[in-house]
Nanobody, 125 residues
Framework: QVQLVESGGGLVQPGGSLRLSCAASGRTFSRYNMAWFRQAPGKERTIVAAITWNGANTYYVGSVKGRFTISRDNAKNMVYLQMNSLKPEDTAIYYC??????????????????WGQGTQVTVSS
């Protein structure tokens, strides 16, 4: 099992930026597709962005396109989410997730096998 640890969350004003990081244990990290999900209070957990094992393909939910960027560094076992132009509706707990199937880039939580503990992002003035 791969362990995932998120960091980088916090309180930011609207229009501000944050960079989330996800550190993964395990030697086979580079084989797996990765994703960021978020969950606001009283709402379901939904996809934010996903990236294939080699970084060649990415997916973004429409509401974050042009504002967020997902990236990975397989040499460091890290995945990142750069979040710019943050809005109050981006407030949520953000989770890093790993999919052991190296094929399709999935966007639903049920397809992901390992999860971090989450990091809180609050966008408020």
């Amino acid at each position: 099992q791969v362990q995932l640890v998120e960091s980088g969350g916090g309180l930011v004003q609207p229009g501000g930026s944050l960079r989330l990081s996800c550190a993964a244990s395990g030697r086979t990290f580079s084989r797996y597709n990765m994703a960021w999900f978020r969950q606001a209070p009283g709402k379901e957990r939904t996809i934010v962005a996903a990236i294939t094992w080699n970084g060649a393909n990415t997916y973004y939910v429409g509401s974050v396109k042009g504002r967020f960027t997902i990236s990975r560094d397989n040499a460091k076992n890290m995945v990142y989410l750069q979040m710019n132009s943050l809005k109050p509706e981006d407030t949520a707990i953000y989770y890093c997730a790993l999919d052991r199937d190296p094929g399709v880039l999935y966007t639903t939580p049920g397809e992901y096998d390992d999860w971090g503990q989450g990091t809180q992002v609050t966008v408020s003035s």
